[in-house]
C-alpha cells in the first residue's frame, strides 16, 4: 500500500464550488505540506504544517484553507473554486529532527479542473 | 529571477550515451540540495540528495557547485526508462528546514 494517499485522483468542479482534497499517511511523518504543479513551473507551496496544532501558510496560499485533522491527514480545500486553480496537487510529507527533514515524499496527486 | 533555475529541454539522448545538466539557485544560504525524478503526470520521487563533495549513486552522478550556485546531474549508460523530468531542489534557507524550492524540471528523452 502507499505510504501518502491522496483523495480523489481526479475532479472536474464548476467555479464558485467548494472543493476538499484529502490526504493521508502512514509514514508516521509529523511534517505535512500542500503543494500545486502547473506547467513551466515548478511546485509552490500552498499550506504546511509541521504537527497538528502548527499551520503555515506558503507562497500561494490565497484562496485556500487547510485542516490537520491527526498526525496522518491534511485537507486543502478551495472555498469558492476559480478556473485558474485548476492544477496537479500534491500532498508532501516528511520527517522530523534529522539531515533526513528536507527529504519530502510525495502523493501521487490530485488532478483538478475547475470549469 | 526564480530561486531555483533549469534549462526545461528536451534533452534528447541515444539510449547507452551519456547526459548532464544543471541547476542554477539565487539563495546562497541553501544548504540542502536534492534531484528528484517526476514521471509524466506522477508524483515527484527522490533520485538522490546533493552532497558537498559530489556523490554518485550507479549509473547517477551529482555534484555542487557552491561558489557558482549550481548542482548538476550526470547520468551515465542512459536507458530508455531514464526517461523523465528531473527536478532540482533547493532549501531556502538554513531556518526554514523543511520548506524546499522546485526547479521547473529538465525533460530527458531516452530514444532507442
Known amino acids: 500500500d502507499a505510504d501518502v494517499t491522496q483523495t480523489p485522483r481526479n475532479r472536474i468542479t464548476k467555479t464558485g464550488k467548494r472543493i476538499m482534497l484529502e490526504c493521508s499517511q502512514t509514514k508516521g511523518h509529523d511534517r505535512m505540506y500542500w503543494y500545486r504543479q502547473d506547467p513551466g513551473l515548478g511546485l509552490r507551496l500552498i499550506y504546511y504544517?509541521?504537527?497538528?496544532?502548527?499551520?503555515n501558510k506558503g507562497e500561494i496560499s490565497d484562496g485556500y484553507s487547510v485542516s490537520r485533522q491527526a498526525q496522518a491527514k491534511f485537507s486543502l480545500s478551495l472555498e469558492s473554486a476559480i478556473p485558474n486553480q485548476t492544477a496537479l496537487y500534491f500532498c508532501?510529507?516528511?520527517?522530523?529532527?534529522?539531515?533526513?527533514?528536507?527529504?519530502?515524499?510525495f502523493g501521487p496527486g490530485t488532478r483538478l479542473t475547475v470549469l | 529571477r526564480k530561486e531555483v533555475e533549469q534549462d526545461p529541454g528536451p534533452f534528447n539522448v541515444p539510449e547507452g550515451a551519456t547526459v548532464a545538466f544543471n541547476c542554477t539557485y539565487s539563495?546562497?544560504?541553501?544548504?540542502?540540495f536534492f534531484w528528484y525524478r517526476q514521471d509524466c503526470r506522477k508524483e515527484p520521487k527522490l533520485l538522490m540528495s546533493?552532497?558537498?563533495s559530489g556523490n554518485e549513486d550507479g549509473r547517477f552522478t551529482a555534484q555542487l557547485n557552491r561558489a557558482s550556485q549550481y548542482i548538476s546531474l550526470l547520468i551515465r549508460d542512459s536507458k530508455l526508462s531514464d526517461s523523465a523530468t528531473y527536478l532540482c531542489?533547493?532549501?531556502?534557507?538554513?531556518?526554514?528546514?523543511?520548506?524546499?524550492?522546485f526547479g521547473a524540471g529538465t525533460q530527458v528523452v531516452v530514444t532507442p
Open positions: 504544517s509541521f504537527d497538528v496544532k502548527d499551520i
Open positions: 508532501a510529507t516528511s520527517d522530523t529532527g534529522t539531515k533526513d527533514t528536507d527529504t519530502q515524499y
Open positions: 539563495n546562497s544560504a541553501s544548504q540542502s
Open positions: 546533493v552532497y558537498s
Open positions: 531542489v533547493v532549501n531556502r534557507a538554513t531556518d526554514s528546514w523543511g520548506k524546499l524550492q
